[in-house]
């Protein structure tokens, strides 16, 4: 299995770059073996964050970070599709969602997913390296989906928050929850960012639960949130490159 993953890998650096012009701002589409496939940079030349990126359903490479590839089991059927969500400096985040049977199991699974992946290091963030643990606690505790699943009880703390809300059979959330996250547009001087949570059992497989909120850009990260901007990477414009982004969440001041 490990193999073919790997074999999958050096197929997708091995297309190369070759042949293709990279604008100044937006992001380029081609057809390669009847498929669809996006590039981009990410932006940040001068701080050596400027990442080739290269991405279908199938895939999606940053320089030679493999950001996610489809992966096929034995004795398993099943599909993937994952689609780049928003990219900023060095972060990368995208939706992926699976279904599948394996041989011996009780019913199919389905299950839908945000990930952001630092492309300098080819690890999972949190967004607690990104920004305030602060800020973000008091962001969650102003949505009305977080208050209902804390049912009354009052965290002091988001690690308190995080351990202490139940989303139910709805939507799953914990502390690696924070891995699960996408940026969608900028208002002033803040970000507007997507959680994404997964279904909380089986009998609900397959639902998936977005939770937008306002966080302020850090200093550092100004920059690379306006090219972001600039370049139409965050998410409220890469959706047009989507047929499944849900428009009816709606952001409060």
């Not at 630092?118 to 990104?130: D, S």
């Given at each position: 299995?490990?193999?073919?993953?790997?074999?999958?890998?050096l197929?997708?650096?091995s297309l190369?770059?070759?042949g293709?012009?990279?604008?100044d701002?937006?992001?380029?589409?081609?057809t390669?073996?009847?498929k669809?496939?996006?590039?981009?940079?990410?932006g940040?030349a001068?701080?050596g964050?400027?990442w080739?990126?290269?991405?279908s359903t199938d895939?999606?490479?940053a320089?030679?970070?493999?950001?996610?590839?489809?992966?096929?089991y034995?004795d398993?059927?099943?599909?993937?599709?994952?689609e780049i969500y928003?990219?900023?400096?060095?972060?990368i985040?995208h939706?992926?969602?699976?279904?599948g049977?394996?041989k011996?199991?009780?019913h199919p699974?389905?299950?839908s997913?945000?990930?952001?992946i630092?492309?300098?290091?080819?690890?999972?963030?949190?967004?607690?390296?990104?920004f305030?643990?602060?800020?973000?606690y008091?962001?969650?505790?102003?949505?009305?989906?977080?208050?209902?699943?804390l049912?009354?009880?009052?965290p002091?703390?988001?690690k308190e928050l995080?351990?202490?809300?139940?989303g139910g059979?709805e939507?799953s959330?914990h502390?690696?929850?924070l891995?699960?996250?996408?940026f969608?547009?900028?208002?002033?001087?803040?970000?507007?960012?997507?959680?994404?949570?997964?279904?909380?059992?089986?009998?609900?497989?397959?639902?998936?639960?977005?939770i937008?909120?306002?966080?302020?850009?850090p200093?550092?990260?100004?920059?690379?949130?306006k090219?972001?901007?600039?370049?139409?990477l965050?998410?409220?414009?890469?959706?047009?490159?989507?047929?499944?982004?849900?428009?009816?969440?709606?952001y409060?001041d």
């Open positions: 299995m490990l193999i073919r993953i790997l074999m999958s890998i197929m997708f650096i190369g770059y070759t293709f012009v990279f604008c701002s937006g992001i380029k589409q081609i390669h073996s009847a669809i496939v996006y590039l981009a940079k990410s940040l001068e701080t964050d400027d080739d990126i290269r991405w895939y999606a490479i320089g030679r970070t493999v950001i996610y590839v489809e992966q096929k034995d398993t059927e099943s599909s993937f599709v994952g928003s990219i900023v400096g060095p972060y985040s939706k992926g969602t699976s279904d049977y394996s011996g199991a009780a699974w389905h299950i997913y945000f990930e952001t630092n492309m300098q290091t080819g690890k999972k963030v949190k967004l607690t390296e990104i305030d643990s602060k800020a973000i008091k962001a969650l505790l102003k949505d009305k989906v977080v208050r209902r699943a049912r009354g009880k009052a002091k703390n988001l995080l351990k202490q809300a139940d059979c939507f959330i502390e690696d929850s891995e699960n996250f996408a969608h547009h900028i208002k002033h001087d803040k970000v507007a960012v997507r959680l994404g949570l997964p279904n909380g059992c089986e009998v609900m497989r397959g639902n998936f639960t977005q937008g909120f306002y966080l302020k850009i200093k550092n990260m100004k920059k690379a949130f090219i972001a901007h600039q370049k139409k965050l998410m409220h414009n890469m959706a047009k490159l989507r047929y499944d982004l849900d428009p009816t969440l709606q409060g």
